[in-house]
């Protein structure tokens, strides 16, 4: 019979390593497909993913199966990939102060034009790379909301959990997010379906 | 009929399966005389499959192999937390608190009149103090008793003050 996660975790606990290495086997791919999309860069998910798993292995002594195990290894993941970014963007900031005045007059590099319409836009870019951009435009904790939600799967309990908020506050990020990603994709979402294949993917 | 608003919340939960039987029966009711929330709830629903286009990565080949290497780095036994930097920090305080006990506890010397002359009085008044005691009648004891030698050999007492009142009187 296969162990639950929380034995698996218990077995760490008593010393087995393997069972660390079979939970590693299970969700160094989840966790490092959340952790991407929510830094949007394979380099630093990775370190942060080996980070996550590193606290857990610290943390093994001390692990009482109070919650779900999935809820706090993606609570770990969530606190570490928001804290990446924030200390990005810090740095982002500090170097845009220190830039050159010159530097003034260019865009920012990661954002469109403003002037461009996304459909425009879709000209130049893939596909996927816009619907990565919509996501991860939206406010830290509702990308994690929606992460979680549409690409995890989880259920609402157990992402109020790994984002310490009630049932009902989720619902209503959950909904924010999608509508703020609905009216940004719209040409994406009202194209018809029958269409995408061709005139979706610029060759 | 709730309002598109009041419904918001539920509808997720809605369009997921997963909204419980009030909320499941708010937002059907609702989307049958909305139709810009039936609309959206389309286009959530679009929206969804649109997202599904973001392929998955894989984490890189020598990911597991540098993790382990990482593990295995990990100090293993919980004795060896007592090098790691916390425990030593730890240790070295309250050595440090230890320490400083024990010498607040120390017998205060006097600096100032360290000459042996000053200890004998001491000395005498100690021995004064034994011999009065009850125990010291046994004379065996008391001829054994090493405090008395170190006072007869250090401060030379009186002949009379060197035996004790009694010492026959349990031969």
Known sequence: MARSDVQLMLDVKAGDEASFDFLLQKYRSPLVNFLNRMVRDTATAEDLAQEVFLRVYRARKQYTPSAKFTTWLFRIATNLALNSVRDNRHRRMAVSLDAPAAGEDSAPMELPAPQMRIDEHMIERDRVEIIRRAIWSLPEKQRAAVLLHKYEEMDYMEIAGILDCSEGALKSLLFRAYETLRVQLAPLVTQPVAQRGEEGRPS | ?171
């Open chain 2, 1 to 171: 009929m709730k309002s598109c608003e009041d419904i918001s919340k539920g509808l997720i939960a809605y369009l997921d399966q997963r909204a419980n039987p009030v909320e499941r029966r708010d937002v059907e009711q609702h989307l049958a005389g909305c139709p810009a929330c039936r609309t959206r709830a389309q286009e959530f629903r679009a929206l969804w499959k649109v997202m599904e286009e973001v392929p998955a990565v894989e984490p890189s080949f020598g990911f597991d192999a540098r993790l382990r290497q990482r593990v295995a780095a990990e100090p293993s036994h919980s004795w060896f937390g007592w090098f790691a930097p916390q425990a030593r920090l730890v240790l070295s305080a309250a050595m440090l608190v230890a320490l400083t006990v024990w010498v607040a506890k120390l017998p205060q010397s006097n600096p100032a009149n360290p000459s042996p002359v000053a200890v004998s009085p001491s000395t005498d008044q100690d021995f004064d103090a034994i011999k009065d005691l009850g125990v010291l009648e046994n004379y065996d004891v008391l001829t054994k008793f090493d405090a008395l030698s170190e006072s007869s050999t250090t401060s030379s007492p009186q002949p009379d003050e060197a035996q004790p009142n009694e010492p026959s009187s349990n031969d």
